[in-house]
């Protein structure tokens, strides 16, 4: 009951922060699948990339985020009211995939960028291939997200 109270204003704050500083504009939501197990695959250009995610999408996400954010007490508290499942980089840790597979087997929907960093492409990163086990193990569809603009204040998003 208090993660819910909490991500519904935490959801409100963000919604109102990008419709007045960033003008946000949702194209294509009615894409998205409302029921079904679902990954969304987000291109992750900066920091604002999950929170435009998870309150445009139309549904409630569980984000695939690196451990280092739990460092971050204002990040951890954000990780824990929206449930992120955290993965340990380059370690052979099954934990976050097990949780992964298991919320895909219950239907629910996994936010996930398959660059693994932000602007991973332009970094010299390869694309990583969870995505396509988390897909092979579930059945689960994968629904393309970009975002576009927004890396300055009052620049459309």
């Known amino acids: 009951f208090f993660k819910a109270i ?13 419709k007045i500083v960033y003008r946000m504009k949702v194209v294509g939501k009615e894409n998205i699948p409302q029921k079904g197990p679902i990954i969304i695959c987000g291109t992750h250009r900066s920091f604002l990339d999950p929170p435009l995610i998870e309150v445009t999408c139309g549904r409630y996400s569980r984000f695939l985020a690196k451990e280092e954010l739990t460092k971050n007490k204002f990040l951890k508290f954000l990780g824990y009211v929206f449930d992120a499942i955290y993965v340990k980089r380059d370690n052979k840790e099954i ?7 298991k919320a895909l087997k219950n239907k629910e929907s996994i ?20 995505v396509a086990f988390f897909v092979l193990q579930t059945g689960a569809k994968v629904q393309p997200v ?8 009052f620049k459309r998003v």
């Open 6 to 18: 909490c991500r519904g204003i935490v959801k409100g704050a963000i919604i109102a922060y990008c």
């Open 146 to 153: 970009g975002i576009v603009g927004g890396e300055k204040p």
């Open 95 to 101: 934990a976050a995939l097990k949780t992964t597979l």
């Open 111 to 130: 936010a996930m960028f398959p660059e693994g960093t932000r602007n991973g492409l332009e970094k010299g990163e390869s694309v990583k291939e969870g």
